[in-house]
Structure formats: C-alpha cells, structure tokens
C-alpha cells in the first residue's frame, strides 16, 4: 500500500505556506469570508487558496475555480507566492483526480517560480510534490532522487527535527521499501522514529514503529518484526491513533502466522476484521479474509477456510467493480477538461482573429487614400499569408483533435477489456470452488484440503496476471495445469491430458492476453467429457499459423460431442446455467483483433467416426500475439 500521508502535513506545518490565522478555519468559514471580500487583492488570493487547502480532500469542482481565481488575481498582481501556492493548488486539484500529467505542469511551474526566488520552503514542497506523483507512477528512482534533495535542503537550513522533515523521510522511505532496498528502508525510518520521539509527535511515533515492524516482516525477520509491531500497538492505543490500528493488527497476524502461532494470528486477524468492517475499509478487510483462510486452513478448521475465502472473493468481486466504474469516471473527467481546455483555446484564436481584422481594416481606410493601387497588392499578399496560416492552424487543431478521439476510444476498449476479465475471473473462481465444496462435503476431505491449497496458490498467480494485458506463453500453461489438476477431481482415474507446443513458439517470448484459453477448456470439460463413459482425453496445442499473424490454441476432447451435449441441456430443464466465459472471451478476441479481416476468431468442429458417430469436438482459437 503507498502511503504518503505526512504530504498533507506539510501544508499546513510551515509558517508562509499557510496562514496561522486561516489554517485553523474550516473550509465553511473561509467561504464566508470570501464573500464578504470580493475585492480582486492578496487578501482574497490567500483565503482562495486557504479554502483550496481546506478541501483538498474534497471531491469539490468548486476547488477548480477557486484555485484558477487565485492564480488570476496573483499573476495580475505580481504577488509571486500567490502564484506558487494557487499553482500547487491547481495541480492538488489534477492529481486527486489521477490526471497526473496536468498536475506535473503546474507542479513543473510552481517549482520553477521557487526556485527563481530562491524560497527553500516551496522549493522542498515543490519537490515533496513531483516525487508524490512519480511514487503513484511506480517510477521510485526519480521519486527518492527528488525526496533526497529536498531532505539535503533541510538539513542545510537546520530543519533536521521538525515534523517538515519526518514527512519527507518517511515518504524516501515508502519509495526505498516499493524497491525492496529493505536495509535502507530501516535506516530512514529510524530517523523518522529518532524525530517523532524528540518533538513528543504520537501518531508519528506509532505510524513509524509499525512502518518498521512491516519492512521486517517484508525482508523475512518475523523475529526482528515482532517487538516493533508490539510496540506499535501500545502506542497506537496511548495516541488513539485509529487510522493506523488496522493495518497494525492485519501485520501483527501475519508476523504470528509466520513464526507459526496460529491461536494468536487468528486472534489478531479477528480484532482486524471486527475495525475494519466499522470504519468501511474493504480493501483492508479483502487482505484481512485472505490472510483469514490461511490461517483456518493451518488450524484444520476447513469450514471456516472456507467461509472466509468465499468473503474474499465475493469482496474483490465487488472491488473490481468499484474500480471499473472509477476508471470509467476517470476518463470521463479527463475527456471533459482537455474539452474545456480545447473551447478555451478556440475562444482565444477568435479572439486573436477579431483583433487583426479589426486593425487590417484601420489601415486600409488610411491608407487607401494616398495609395490605392499599391495597397491593394499588399493587403492581398497579406490577406493570402493571413488565410494560409489559419488554415495551417486549422488542420493542426482538427488534427490534435481526432488524435485525441482515437486516444479516447482505445481507452474505452481497454475499459472494456477491464470489465470483461474482472466478470470472468470471478466465474472461473466460484466453479473451483464448487468442486471443492463437493470434495468436502462427499469426498476424500485430506484430497480437499490438498486442493485448496492449489486453489489458493493459482488463486495468486491469476490476480497476479488479472491485470496484465499480456503474458508469457509459458505462464498461461502453467495456469492451464493447476487448474487441469483442479478438475481431476470431478473425474475417477480414467481422465487424462496433455499440453504441448510447436517449435516455432518460444514460450518465454511469445506472450498472448491472460486467462484466454481456460474458458474453452471449461466447457470441454463440462459438455464434452462429462457425461461420457470411459477413457477422458483432452489435449491443448499451441502453434504459429502460417503468416505468424496469431497464435493458434487448438483444445480438442473425445467427448460426446456438442449435439449430445445439447440435448442433455434441454432436457435439464431451461434453468440449466448457460456459460458465460466462452462468449465472453469471444468478445474479447473480436476487442484485441487489429486486422480487421472479417475471419472468425474462434471456430467450432464436431469430430466423427467412420460410422458417423460422435468422436468430439476441436475448437481452434485464433489469439493475437504479444
């Protein structure tokens, strides 16, 4: 988890970047007081960027206009640290939005206006900054090189234990532990906790102590992690510092899981769970359930396992949904600025245009009157460069637009290949699930137990790869077969299959979409060979076609063939649950195919015998390559 929350700290722990007098308001008051000063000077650009502060976790648009007045009335005024602050509001603004590109354009600028006036204090903000947004980029070598030169700013101005410098130190750190430079992490953070305990800051204190105990437990020391978290706790309680008390008991439970205390895991992860479901934390409650199961599956507790890896699942269903709709909502804020920004650019170029018109037809009525005849020939010269620039302008725009359009609709395809792949996973999850809870419930429970630890262990690779748009060849077999493994269960001893490729494919450097090819094999397995008496066979064969255009998967069965198989769906009644995964990996195919040839991406074939009877069924799939 990216935690830099000592960010906000900062804004309001320097004198000059907030007003003493106005941090303490609230963002209400501060509105009644800019009505009662509309008078366009310094005193109302601080209080507009006061209010901007105070909303700053506000999903308020008001917060837009207020910060772009701010930057107005400073910029007329040449008030220079009005211009840094509203500009740092502005790019506030952008990146509690995730438009990070805008944000880093008003951070580039307020930085650049510090460091001309040579203002330490909002030349380290500037900095605290950028590194907030290349963190959220994953980008950490930039993130610490910025956080480094900041902290050696601070320390040349003798700030070295004041919370100001805590907040940066313990952001460098967040961004050393996401490179797993775990002995540097610890070293930072002991001089965060040294700060914290000289300035009596208690949320400091028991934020870095847990901070510690993790990065511990992360480099493998449970022992080592152990006191630290202990620790953590008993300040936690002292300061009521409930933001942290979560996450403090989620790694109190796993440091007792590793070291093998299961009782005192379990009691940890319940304490977790019961804070957590009141304070509506559910990416915290999703970890709190999937440490859960483990724990129960350990304790031989199988019922509970269960129990608690159903409220995962049904938990990051419900999350996956959550984020596709925000990610809808994040294209749609960033369409509807870059619409605003492009009416404002066009409304300037009118302007421009009104105004050179208006002075051509100024001059011609002057000058006209002493040389017609040469003027004529030079307002027309004129006129023609007037006109072929504007055209030129012209084309440029229409240009930048329809690459704007194209940019669009290739971010709402993969919006839809988002949501597409967050309904599959979850179907495949709950069909294993199934099969497991039918192993509990009427078979050999030591063989349950054995493939709920597989389960859980494909579980993670498919989250892991969920996200992806592509991976390796050999990563997609290797999913293929835990989850082949999983599906012995449904059969006695007479299933057997086989998974193999062409020379012409490099399994580590050909890559495909993930999870494309198990829906097909699902539906082999329950419509092909499920009701068919004897020998199981499935193979699965991946080669290159021809022009090494797609990859080739052909998933063949000796089942009983898709028009038996139709006729025991009928007559089980139309209530018979029809697969989903199948058509929608179709769609996903027809999404990802940029040939445009009209060629059917997957095809069906019903196998015979001589004597014309079913002999089952080859599906060939046609997947375009990474």
Not at 549 to 558: Q, S
Request: proline share 3%; net charge neutral; charged share 25%.
């Amino acid at each position: 988890m990216k935690q830099l929350i000592w960010l906000a700290v900062m804004l309001f722990a320097w004198p000059g970047v907030v007003r003493p007098a106005l941090a303490q308001q609230s963002y209400e008051t501060l509105l009644q007081q800019l009505k009662k000063h509309p008078k366009a000077d310094t005193v109302r650009a601080e209080l507009l960027i006061d209010a901007c502060v105070a909303a700053t976790f506000r999903s308020d648009t008001a917060v837009l206009n207020m910060a772009t007045e701010a930057n107005r009335i400073a910029n007329t005024l040449g008030y220079e640290l009005g211009q840094i602050r509203s500009l740092n509001c502005l790019g506030n603004y952008y990146f509690s939005r995730s438009l990070n590109d805008k944000a880093t354009q008003y951070y580039v600028q307020a930085l650049r206006l510090a460091e001309k006036r040579g203002d330490y204090r909002n030349i380290v903000i500037g900095k605290s900054n950028l590194a907030n947004v290349f963190y959220h980029n994953s980008d950490n070598a930039r993130s610490i090189r910025l956080l480094t030169e900041a902290d050696q700013l601070l320390v040349q101005h003798h700030d070295t234990v004041s919370q100001n410098r805590a907040a940066i130190l313990t952001n460098l750190a967040n961004a050393y532990a996401q490179q797993k430079a775990y002995v540097k992490t610890i070293q930072v953070y002991e001089q965060v906790l040294h700060i914290c305990r000289s300035q009596q800051i208690g949320f400091g204190i028991a934020l870095t102590l847990d901070n510690i105990g993790k990065t511990y437990f992360n480099a493998g020391q449970p022992n080592k992690a152990l006191p630290y978290l202990q620790e953590a706790k008993a300040e936690i309680e002292r300061h009521h510092v409930d933001f942290v008390r979560t996450k403090n008991l989620r790694n109190l439970g796993q440091t007792y899981a590793r070291l093998g205390d299961i009782p005192q895991s379990l009691r940890y992860f319940r304490q977790a769970e019961t804070i957590a479901q009141q304070t509506g934390d559910n990416e915290g409650l999703m970890d709190i359930y999937f440490e859960l199961q483990q724990s129960y599956r350990k304790s031989n507790d199988f019922k509970a396992a269960y129990l608690a890896l159903n409220q995962y699942i049904s938990l990051k269903d419900s999350l996956f949904t959550i984020q596709k709709d925000k990610t809808i909502q994040e294209l749609n804020t960033k369409y509807e600025t870059e619409k605003k920004d492009h009416a404002i650019r066009t409304l300037a170029q009118q302007k421009q245009i009104t105004e050179l018109e208006s002075g051509r037809k100024t001059g011609l009525i002057y000058t006209i009157l002493a040389l017609a005849v040469a003027l004529s020939v030079v307002a027309y010269g004129l006129f023609a460069r007037f006109r072929n620039r504007k055209q030129r302008e012209l084309l440029t725009t229409q240009l930048q637009e329809a690459e704007r359009r194209i940019t669009i609709e290739q971010q709402a395809r993969d919006s839809e290949l988002k949501a597409l792949k967050s309904q599959m996973n979850p179907h495949f999850m709950f069909n294993a699930l199934n099969s497991i809870q039918e192993q509990f419930m009427y078979g050999d429970k030591q063989v349950a137990n054995e493939q709920m630890g597989n389960f859980t262990a494909l579980t993670r690779q498919i989250l892991q790869v969920s996200g992806k748009k592509k991976i390796s060849l050999s990563t997609e077999t290797d999913i293929l077969t835990k989850y082949l493994e999983l599906e012995k269960m449904r059969f006695p001893q007479d299933f057997a299959y086989r998974i193999t490729l062409s020379d012409d494919l490099d399994e580590d450097y050909h890559q495909l979409p993930p999870m494309l090819v198990q829906p097909f094999v699902e539906n082999s397995m329950k419509h092909g060979l499920l009701h068919k008496q004897g020998p199981k066979e499935l193979s699965i064969a991946f080669s290159l076609s021809e022009d090494e255009a797609f990859i080739l998967c052909t998933v063949e069965d000796n089942g009983i063939g898709r028009a038996r198989s139709a006729e025991i769906n009928q007559q089980q009644g139309p209530s018979r649950h029809v697969s989903f995964s199948v058509s929608a990996t179709e769609e996903r195919l027809k999404l990802l195919d940029q040939t445009n040839t009209g060629q059917p991406m997957v095809q069906f074939e019903d196998l015979v015998f001589p004597d014309g009877s079913a002999a089952g069924t080859r599906v060939t799939i046609r997947i375009p390559p990474g």
